[in-house]
């Protein structure tokens, strides 16, 4: 099993930047594929931003990209995700995944078994 516990949420302003981390612990070695996912109060959870297991192959969604940044420390076991620039609308909950399946890497949530309890990011005028 993996085990996923995100850091870093809080309040902001607009304009401002702020990391989250998310740790992973359990059969790390396991995985190939991380992501950051995030819901908005009455919304879907939509995707964000996922990275392979080298680091170097990385996907964002639009509405992020450019202001957003996504890494992986693979001897920490922890995923980060570099926000900057924020925008009232980056307000939601993140939500950090993980998958086993190698060689794929999801911009679905379907795609990931492994999921962190979640960090509330706020974004004030």
């Known amino acids: 099993q993996v085990q996923l516990v995100e850091s870093g949420g809080g309040l902001v302003q607009a304009g401002g930047s702020l990391t989250l981390s998310c740790a992973a612990s359990?059969?790390?070695?396991?995985?190939?594929?991380m992501g950051w996912f995030r819901q908005a109060p009455g919304k879907e959870r939509e995707f964000v931003a996922a990275?392979?297991?080298?680091?170097?192959?990385?996907k964002y969604s639009d509405p992020v990209k450019g202001r957003l940044a996504i890494s992986r420390d693979n001897i920490k076991n922890t995923l980060y995700l570099q926000m900057n620039s924020l925008k009232l609308e980056d307000t939601a909950v993140y939500f950090c995944?993980?998958?086993?399946?190698?060689?794929?890497?999801?911009?679905?949530?379907?795609?990931?078994?492994?999921w962190g309890q979640g960090t509330q990011v706020t974004v004030s005028p």
């Open positions: 359990g059969r790390t070695s396991s995985i190939y594929a």
């Open positions: 995944a993980a998958s086993t399946r190698w060689g794929m890497i999801g911009i679905t949530q379907y795609g990931y078994p492994h």
């Open positions: 990275i392979g297991w080298s680091g170097g192959d990385t």
